[in-house]
């Protein structure tokens, strides 16, 4: 089992920024493919952003990119989501999600571990 738990969520004025943390424990870390994702009520659980193993591969959803920088440091078995120029509609719970394949995946359904979610709320 991994667990993992996000830091860093909050409110912020529209055009702020949030640096999200993911802080894993339980497996070798840098083993996993690292995700983020964000949830609103009443909607699916949407792909934001994820990075490799090696930190060699990022990818990030359309809505976001330019904005958002997704890293880590398997050092200290953390993943970090910098989020800036955020806007209204990025309010949402954002969970950090792993994986155990080796490809980035933007499903949901291949990751193997999720976080409990952090708040995220942005105000116009």
């Known amino acids: 089992q991994m667990q993992l738990v996000e830091f860093g969520g909050g409110l912020v004025q529209a055009g702020g920024s949030l640096r999200l943390s993911c802080v894993a424990s339980?497996?070798?870390?840098?083993?996993?493919?690292i995700g983020w994702f964000r949830q609103v009520p009443g909607k699916e659980r949407e792909f934001v952003a994820a990075?490799?193993?090696?930190?060699?591969?990022?990818d990030y959803a359309d809505s976001v990119k330019g904005r958002v920088t997704v890293s880590r440091d398997n050092a200290k078995n953390t993943a970090y989501l910098q989020m800036n120029s955020l806007k209204p509609e990025d309010a949402a719970i954002y969970y950090c999600?792993?994986?155990?394949?080796?490809?980035?995946?933007?499903?949901?359904?291949?990751?193997?571990?999720w976080g409990q979610g952090t708040q995220v709320t942005v105000s116009s």
């Open positions: 339980g497996r070798t870390f840098g083993m996993y493919v």
């Open positions: 990075i490799s193993r090696n930190s060699y591969i990022e």
């Open positions: 999600a792993a994986d155990r394949n080796i490809k980035i995946q933007r499903t949901e359904k291949d990751y193997d571990y």
